[in-house]
Structures are given as C-alpha cells and as structure tokens.
C-alpha cells in the first residue's frame, strides 16, 4: 500500500484547507486511513481516521467540529478537510493506513503504511 499526501500550504487563522491522500497498491476492505500530525518540538498525534468498509470516522476532541475525513473510493483518495484553522493545528500532516478488523485506533504504532508529510501553517 502506498500513501501520498498533499494540500498543504500557508493559510490564516479562520481559514480552510482540504488534504488529500491519494492511496494505492492492494488494498481490502478492512483497511482504515488515518491522519495524524506532529508540531515543531511535539511527537506525533492522532487527528482523524476513516474505516473504508462502512464510512465509520473518528477524530481526536481538539478538531471536532472542524474537520472532516472523508473518502472518494473511486479516486482511491481521502480527504481531511479541514475549517477554521487555528494556530494550534500547524505541523506536518501525515496519511497513513493499516489493514484490520475492528475499532479505528489512534495509536500510530498500529499504522503499518505512511506517506510523506504535508505542511500545514496557519498564521494568526
């Protein structure tokens, strides 16, 4: 399986922004795409995840209400959008993916395929 992430870029706090994570290789239907990201001195966190066999998301408190994964299975791509950007939410924004059953977890060791990064800057 292979990820790769874009969209990144330098917006102002209060804007929008969308990633994309354009997934390929074999996949099946009980693989679950994954975003996290990790801020300048920080380790890496848990920010969304989307199981592609039902559509079940789950997302970590801090972007609730803000963002949204979702997942297009005819362009084999998920996205992250993502409104009303604030400081905080600046970092590198990773893709991710690991094929099981059962819950969505958050813990990143349990991610078997990464993409590379994408910068994300919101200015205040």
């Known amino acids: 399986v292979q990820l790769q992430a874009s969209g990144g870029g330098l917006v102002q706090a209060g804007d929008s922004l969308r990633l994309s994570c354009a997934v390929s290789?074999?996949?099946?239907?009980?693989?679950?795409v994954g975003w996290f990201r990790q801020a300048p001195g920080k380790e890496r966190e848990f920010v969304a995840a989307?199981?592609?066999?039902?559509?079940?998301?789950r997302y970590t408190d801090s972007v609730k209400g803000r963002f949204t994964i979702s997942e297009d299975n005819a362009e084999n791509t998920v996205y992250l959008q993502m409104n009303s950007l604030k400081s905080d939410d600046t970092a590198i924004y990773y893709c991710?993916?690991?094929?099981?059953?059962?819950?969505?977890?958050?813990?990143?060791?349990?991610?078997?395929?990464w993409g590379q990064g994408t910068l994300v800057t919101v200015s205040s």
């Open positions: 989307i199981r592609r066999s039902d559509g079940i998301d």
């Open positions: 991710a993916a690991y094929q099981a059953f059962g819950p969505i977890t958050t813990t990143s060791s349990f991610y078997r395929y």
């Open positions: 290789g074999r996949t099946f239907s009980t693989v679950t």
